[in-house]
Nanobody, 131 residues
């Protein structure tokens, strides 16, 4: 299975970016998807997740500023980011999981997005927000 992120880059604080995660057809139907981010020396942080029924969850840092959505025809997951801050600077990674979706749903109901719930990962795309 293959996940490929794109759309990262350097943007000024207050700007916007849209990240994309293209995935193979098999890795789409019936899979829970999510975006994570990681900065050097910091733990991987769950940014946003979307369930197979479209239910979304956002980490505290993303609420009100980021939107996760997917295009079924293009087999692509997106993360629209706006009002970017310097502290949003990180490597952003796309993740997917199939058999573990029930556990993911339980965590999403509690507002949690643990990285350990996901079995498939992309290589990441770097986002840098200049102050």
């Amino acid at each position: 299975e293959h996940l490929a992120e794109s759309g990262g880059g350097t943007v000024q604080a207050g700007g916007s970016l849209r990240l994309s995660c293209a995935h193979s057809g098999q890795l789409y139907s019936g899979y829970c998807m999510a975006w994570f981010r990681q900065s050097p020396g910091k733990r991987r942080e769950g940014v946003s997740a979307i369930d197979t029924d479209g239910t979304t969850t956002y980490g505290d840092s993303a609420k009100g500023r980021f939107t996760i959505y997917q295009d079924d025809d293009k087999n692509t997951l997106y993360l629209q980011m706006s009002s970017l801050k310097h502290e949003d600077t990180a490597m952003y990674l796309c993740a997917a999981e199939h058999f573990g979706c029930p556990a993911i749903r339980a965590n999403q109901a509690l507002g949690r997005i643990p990285s350990g719930d996901y079995g498939y990962w992309g290589q990441g795309t770097q986002v840098t927000v200049s102050a």
